[in-house]
């Protein structure tokens, strides 16, 4: 693993990508953060040594190197997810690279179903803390100790320091801010009406494809990380209607720019902080 990853660090290199401060990962239908940042250098997954090829539709599958007032971010147009038929340390190699790369804070964002019935479409949630329902962990297999400990401690996945900016943005940006915990299922297919009622008895607020993966390499790798997830269908199974996949993308979009605002507020503060 050290010798691909030191290879695909390599070839970043050559491409001027050599200092990043964060890294930064965008879900489903939420990318208008890269019209305020100014993009350095774009590249197509498809020619960077051993990353995965995105092939959900609405995901782009680029890597963007960007600065905003000064600090370098790495952000991913389009992540990976199980059900694109990849292994999950081919969906967090690039959380790997980011560490390596140097950043400080990982921001994620996803879109997801709303099954605490207070949550409605649009609703901007923090994830407070995670259920992982996807059979697996990205740290299986022989541990490297140069890259993390073999038994990580997740008592507290998500940077509470992260939150903590993440709320102080919303409140002064007069954006409002959910709280809740994420389930991550496999998918590709949706839940059921018995599915929905088990996660919302677990403890989950909302259920989602990705994230979990992601947050626990971060975690194994020391780098802190927060996420928000745009609400963007409701799931009670008493009034369940099929999902609408179109529809799911246009409330993301509608919600995309307050996201935006909001990781670029924190980036900035982050910023800050660390001058």
Do not use: W
């Not at 990380?225 to 008493?238: G, K, Q």
């Amino acid at each position: 693993m050290i010798e691909k990853l030191n290879e695909t660090k390599a070839f970043l290199k050559e491409q001027g990508i050599e200092k990043v401060d964060i890294g930064i990962t965008l879900g489903t239908g939420l990318g208008d953060l890269v019209n305020y940042v100014k993009i350095i250098k774009t590249i197509d997954y498809a020619v960077i040594p051993y990353f995965p090829v995105s092939t959900v539709e609405f995901h782009k599958g680029q890597l963007l190197y960007a600065e905003l007032n000064g600090a370098k971010l790495l952000i991913m147009q389009g992540r990976f997810h199980l059900y694109e038929g990849y292994s999950m340390q081919q969906i967090t190699y690039p959380i790997r690279l980011m560490k390596m790369l140097g950043a400080q804070a990982f921001l994620l964002s996803n879109a997801a179903g709303g099954i605490n019935k207070s949550f409605k479409k649009g609703d901007l949630v923090v994830i407070d803390d995670h259920i992982n329902l996807q059979g697996n962990s990205p740290l299986v297999g022989t541990n490297d100790d140069s890259l993390g400990p073999r038994f990580p401690d997740m008592s507290c996945p998500y940077s509470p320091a992260l939150n903590k900016l993440l709320y102080k943005a919303a409140s002064e940006l007069g954006v409002s801010l959910k709280t809740g915990v994420y389930a991550s299922v496999t998918g590709p297919n949706l839940e059921t009406r018995a599915e929905y009622r088990y996660l919302g008895r677990i403890g989950a607020d909302m259920v989602g494809m990705s994230t979990v993966p992601e947050v626990i390499m971060a975690n194994h790798m020391n780098l802190p990380c927060a996420a928000v997830s745009v609400v963007t269908d409701e799931c009670d199974p008493d009034n369940l209607k099929p999902v609408n996949i179109a529809e799911i993308i246009e409330v993301a979009g509608r919600s995309d720019k307050a996201l935006s605002q909001l990781f670029i507020h924190t980036i900035n503060t982050i910023s800050l902080n660390n001058k």
